[in-house]
């Protein structure tokens, strides 16, 4: 609208639409912003939950292992966790378990720390080997040849007994091929 004194002078703003504009880009911007932000939280919360990794998982009772102390392998069950999926009772290693005279247990991985093959227990010799590369081990879990290429002893795992009968493991995989026990 022009001015009345001044035919050829640009109109006045209307005061009543500026406050609707200001509004309107305020809240287009906000909407902009928000749902975009939205969908990244949304995409990466599961990325942000904590691992259920190193908890114990129920493996045995003490009734399937020998008094004997000869040592039995157990799979080792537990719910694996990745990104967006929860999968119960997913095999994620196994462990051989060794009732010792006090009723405790040992448990150890049954993957060898040299090139991460799987060990065998030797009933007659009462070892455990690794059929790769002839590592051989106590039933204490240490190396007894002297040749062996392992860098370190058998990997031991965390038991604890609850309710007086359940073994309990809290299972855990290691770097292979070091002398440093690096969770893996």
Avoid at 11 to 40: E, H, Q, S, Y
Wanted: glycine share 6%; hydrophobic share 40%.
């Amino acid at each position: 609208m022009a001015h009345k004194d001044c035919p050829h002078c640009p109109p006045k703003p209307d005061r009543r639409n500026f406050l609707t504009k200001v509004a309107a880009i305020v809240i287009g911007g906000l909407t902009a912003v928000a749902v975009p932000l939205a969908g990244v939280f949304v995409l990466f919360d599961p990325l942000r939950r904590k691992s259920e990794a190193g908890e114990a998982v129920l493996v045995a009772t003490l009734n399937a292992l020998p008094e004997d102390g000869e040592p039995r392998k157990f799979p080792v069950l537990a719910t694996r966790v990745d990104a967006w999926n929860r999968t119960p009772n997913v095999p994620v290693g196994a462990v051989y378990l060794q009732r010792l005279k006090d009723n405790s247990v040992r448990a150890f991985n049954v993957v060898c720390p040299h090139a991460g093959c799987f060990v065998d227990y030797r009933a007659k010799e009462k070892c455990y080997l690794c059929p790769c590369h002839n590592s051989r081990f106590g039933l204490d879990g240490k190396i007894v040849t002297k040749k062996s290429p392992s860098p370190r002893g058998l990997d031991d795992q965390a038991v604890e007994i609850r309710n007086g009968t359940e073994v309990w493991v809290t299972f855990q995989n290691y770097r292979a091929g070091v002398h440093n026990r690096i969770p893996v």
